[in-house]
């Protein structure tokens, strides 16, 4: 059979392989970001609002290929009349295995701010490059945002 000729699901499952790479990709690198912020010596302080952005004053910033990951396991909507992440409940993080690069290199410690600004530059950078190989138009945005509207 010629790949012209393929079943409609072969097919869709040939367009959705990039993806699916993609993907794949993304969460080993997650898995070197994970291991080189744990050798760093950070530590949590478990204070439990480091996601509660209006309190800390942050914005935390997605690329499109980890907005798409975190999508493709949650594509509902979420309500926009709220600025709070959907994933923190109860003060934790429920969705720990796709959050994204800012809240794996984000800590309370400022001692660690240039170490985790640096380690966070590297990867945004590979996740970059990584959108380009599989063809995944990049752009930047804030993450709730993004997912609540
Ligand atoms: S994905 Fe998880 S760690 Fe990141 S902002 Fe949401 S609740 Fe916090």
């Known amino acids: 059979m010629t790949q ?7 097919r869709k499952e040939q367009k959705n392989r990039p993806a699916a790479e993609a993907f794949e990709a993304l969460e080993k690198l997650y898995r070197r970001v994970d291991k080189e912020i744990s050798e760093s010596g950070v530590e949590c302080w478990l204070r439990g609002d480091c ?4 309190k800390v004053d942050h914005t935390l910033f997605a690329s499109s290929l980890e907005l798409e990951y975190v999508r493709k396991k ?4 979420f309500p926009p009349d709220n600025a709070l992440c959907p994933f923190w409940e109860d003060g934790r993080c429920v969705e720990r295995k796709r ?3 800012g809240c794996r290199t984000y800590f309370c410690d400022g001692n660690f701010a240039e170490q985790l600004q640096a380690i966070y530059e590297k990867y945004h950078s590979e996740i970059r490059e990584l959108a380009k190989r599989y063809d995944i138009p990049y752009s930047y945005k804030p993450f709730v945002l993004a ?3």
């Open 147 to 149: 997912l609540r509207t």
């Open 4 to 10: 012209n000729s393929s079943h409609p699901k072969q």
């Open 51 to 54: 996601c509660n952005f209006e």
């Open 74 to 77: 949650h594509p509902e909507t």
């Open 99 to 101: 959050r994204p690069l």
